[in-house]
């Protein structure tokens, strides 16, 4: 059974901190998934990487895959209240397998 | 473009009452996925179509869940009888189908359900 380990489970921060958030696995995904979910809507997706190592860039989120394509990680810079949300990692493999995503608060 | 549509937004009954919930996705894409969110956890598969097919039902606990896609257009899924262990937020999402494993999914806003 593939399974995604997210972690931190929840991140309280103050406006202006950075953070970094990853997501873990024994097994190998062909593309691993990001997305952001506020409360009372379904998720959204942010990014998918798709080669071992590769790092994308969206404005102040650094979104990286592990050489391995077993983990990734997601780096945001400065975090504003805005950010605040919860972000899941997706594994696509046979099928999509999420985590159970890390809650970021973010405090003005 | 208008984005995934479900309905209704909430919904409470009792247990062992029946439930529906419908979703109608972005229009041309080919794939549909229904999803169960329990409170805390990301998003768990329950089946997925591609046009009018269940390519994927695996996860589908089809003693009490059923799934139609008629015309591989809209979908509804059904839960009879409702357990309180069903609890949770249902979500539908459509992807165009053409990329694989690195297609991507639109998500609908999803079902509350609460069953008493």
């Known amino acids: 059974t593939q399974l995604l380990e997210q972690s931190p489970q929840f991140l309280s921060i103050q406006e202006g901190e950075n953070l970094t958030v990853y997501c873990n696995s024994s097994?190998?995904?062909?593309?691993l998934q990001w997305y952001r979910q506020e409360p009372g809507e379904g998720p959204v997706l942010l990014v998918t990487?798709?080669?071992?190592?590769e790092v994308k860039k969206l404005k102040r989120l650094t979104f990286q895959f592990g050489d391995a394509r077993k983990d990734s990680s997601l780096h945001i810079t400065a975090a504003q209240p805005g950010d605040t949300g919860l972000y899941l990692c997706?594994?696509?493999?046979?099928?999509?397998?999420f985590g159970a995503g890390t809650r970021l608060f973010v405090k003005a | 473009e208008a984005g995934v549509v479900q309905s209704p937004r909430y919904k409470i009954i009792e247990k062992k009452q029946p439930v529906a919930f419908w979703c109608n996705p972005i229009s041309g894409h080919n794939t549909l996925y229904w999803y169960r969110q329990n409170l805390g956890q990301g998003p768990e598969l329950l089946i997925r179509y591609e046009n009018e097919e269940a390519v994927d039902d695996s996860q589908l606990p089809k003693d009490r869940f059923s799934a139609e896609r008629l015309k591989g257009v809209d979908s509804t899924l059904k839960i009879q009888p409702a357990e309180l262990g069903d609890s949770a937020v249902y979500l539908c999402?459509?992807?165009?189908?053409?990329?694989?494993?690195?297609?991507?999914?639109?998500f609908g806003p999803g079902t509350r359900l609460t069953v008493l």
């Open positions: 097994s190998v995904f062909s593309s």
């Open positions: 997706a594994g696509a493999g046979f099928k999509t397998i």
């Open positions: 999402a459509s992807s165009p189908g053409t990329s694989g494993a690195t297609d991507t999914q639109y």
């Open positions: 990487v798709v080669t071992g190592g």
